[in-house]
Protein backbone atom coordinates (compact mmCIF):
# COMPACT_ATOMS: atom_id res chain seq x y z
CA UNK A 1 0.00 0.00 0.00
CA UNK A 2 1.54 3.34 -0.71
CA UNK A 3 1.38 6.46 0.87
CA UNK A 4 -1.37 7.80 -1.11
CA UNK A 5 -3.59 4.68 -0.15
CA UNK A 6 -3.21 5.31 3.28
CA UNK A 7 -4.02 8.86 2.90
CA UNK A 8 -7.14 8.20 0.98
CA UNK A 9 -8.08 5.49 3.71
CA UNK A 10 -7.71 7.48 6.15
CA UNK A 11 -9.81 10.39 5.00
CA UNK A 12 -12.33 7.95 3.46
CA UNK A 13 -12.84 6.97 7.51
CA UNK A 14 -12.86 10.51 8.79
CA UNK A 15 -15.62 11.53 6.40
CA UNK A 16 -18.10 8.56 6.18
CA UNK A 17 -19.14 8.25 9.77
CA UNK A 18 -21.50 5.46 9.11
CA UNK A 19 -21.39 2.12 9.56
CA UNK A 20 -22.10 -0.35 6.13
CA UNK A 21 -25.40 -1.35 8.43
CA UNK A 22 -26.42 1.89 9.19
CA UNK A 23 -25.76 2.83 5.44
CA UNK A 24 -27.78 0.12 4.10
CA UNK A 25 -30.88 0.67 6.21
CA UNK A 26 -31.07 4.44 5.68
CA UNK A 27 -30.81 3.48 1.68
CA UNK A 28 -34.07 1.52 2.41
CA UNK A 29 -35.94 4.42 3.43
CA UNK A 30 -38.16 6.79 1.01
CA UNK A 31 -36.39 9.88 2.45
CA UNK A 32 -32.88 8.27 1.00
CA UNK A 33 -34.30 7.85 -1.75
CA UNK A 34 -36.25 10.87 -1.96
CA UNK A 35 -33.03 13.28 -2.43
CA UNK A 36 -29.78 12.79 -5.28
CA UNK A 37 -29.53 13.84 -9.17
CA UNK A 38 -31.29 11.45 -11.40
CA UNK A 39 -29.91 12.44 -14.20
CA UNK A 40 -29.69 8.70 -15.47
CA UNK A 41 -33.53 7.98 -14.71
CA UNK A 42 -33.55 5.73 -12.00
CA UNK A 43 -31.29 5.67 -8.69
CA UNK A 44 -29.95 8.69 -7.90
CA UNK A 45 -26.08 9.40 -7.93
CA UNK A 46 -25.75 9.83 -4.01
CA UNK A 47 -27.95 6.87 -3.72
CA UNK A 48 -26.04 4.12 -5.85
CA UNK A 49 -22.80 5.87 -4.16
CA UNK A 50 -24.17 4.58 -0.80
CA UNK A 51 -24.36 0.84 -1.72
CA UNK A 52 -20.89 1.17 -3.23
CA UNK A 53 -19.57 2.62 -0.27
CA UNK A 54 -21.39 -0.24 1.62
CA UNK A 55 -19.37 -3.07 -0.39
CA UNK A 56 -16.16 -0.48 0.45
CA UNK A 57 -16.32 -0.90 3.89
CA UNK A 58 -17.41 -4.49 4.16
CA UNK A 59 -13.82 -5.41 2.74
CA UNK A 60 -10.66 -5.92 4.04
CA UNK A 61 -7.81 -3.62 3.30
CA UNK A 62 -5.85 -6.27 1.46
CA UNK A 63 -9.13 -6.82 -1.09
CA UNK A 64 -9.45 -2.65 -2.05
CA UNK A 65 -9.08 -2.08 -5.54
CA UNK A 66 -7.91 1.06 -7.15
CA UNK A 67 -11.53 1.79 -7.93
CA UNK A 68 -12.46 1.51 -4.74
CA UNK A 69 -10.18 4.09 -3.81
CA UNK A 70 -11.14 6.30 -6.56
CA UNK A 71 -14.64 5.97 -5.37
CA UNK A 72 -13.16 6.48 -1.65
CA UNK A 73 -11.73 9.91 -3.05
CA UNK A 74 -14.96 10.94 -4.90
CA UNK A 75 -16.71 10.16 -1.56
CA UNK A 76 -14.52 12.77 0.77
CA UNK A 77 -14.53 15.35 -2.04
CA UNK A 78 -18.30 14.93 -1.91
CA UNK A 79 -18.71 14.42 1.74
CA UNK A 80 -16.48 18.09 2.29
CA UNK A 81 -18.15 19.66 -0.78
CA UNK A 82 -21.57 19.45 0.86
CA UNK A 83 -20.63 20.69 4.56
CA UNK A 84 -19.20 23.35 3.67
CA UNK A 85 -23.03 24.51 2.04
CA UNK A 86 -24.60 23.69 5.58
CA UNK A 87 -28.01 25.47 5.65
CA UNK A 88 -28.89 27.35 8.90
CA UNK A 89 -30.96 26.29 11.67
CA UNK A 90 -32.09 22.80 12.16
CA UNK A 91 -30.86 20.12 9.72
CA UNK A 92 -32.61 17.36 11.16
CA UNK A 93 -35.51 16.61 8.58
CA UNK A 94 -33.37 18.42 5.51
CA UNK A 95 -32.80 17.27 1.84
CA UNK A 96 -29.65 18.64 2.27
CA UNK A 97 -28.53 16.22 5.40
CA UNK A 98 -30.55 12.97 3.62
CA UNK A 99 -28.29 13.63 0.43
CA UNK A 100 -24.49 13.14 2.80
CA UNK A 101 -26.51 10.54 4.25
CA UNK A 102 -26.49 8.79 0.76
CA UNK A 103 -22.73 9.35 0.66
CA UNK A 104 -21.91 7.92 4.00
CA UNK A 105 -21.95 11.06 6.39
CA UNK A 106 -24.56 12.04 9.36
CA UNK A 107 -23.81 15.63 10.01
CA UNK A 108 -26.05 15.16 13.13
CA UNK A 109 -23.40 12.35 14.88
Known amino acids: MTDDDATTEKKFSDAVNMTASQIEKWLDTDESKSVGDRSGGGESTGHASGRRIIDILRK ?6 GGDREHMRKVVGYV ?12 TDTPWRYSLMNWGHDPSK
Open 60 to 65: KKAELT
Open 80 to 91: HRHLAQRPSGDV
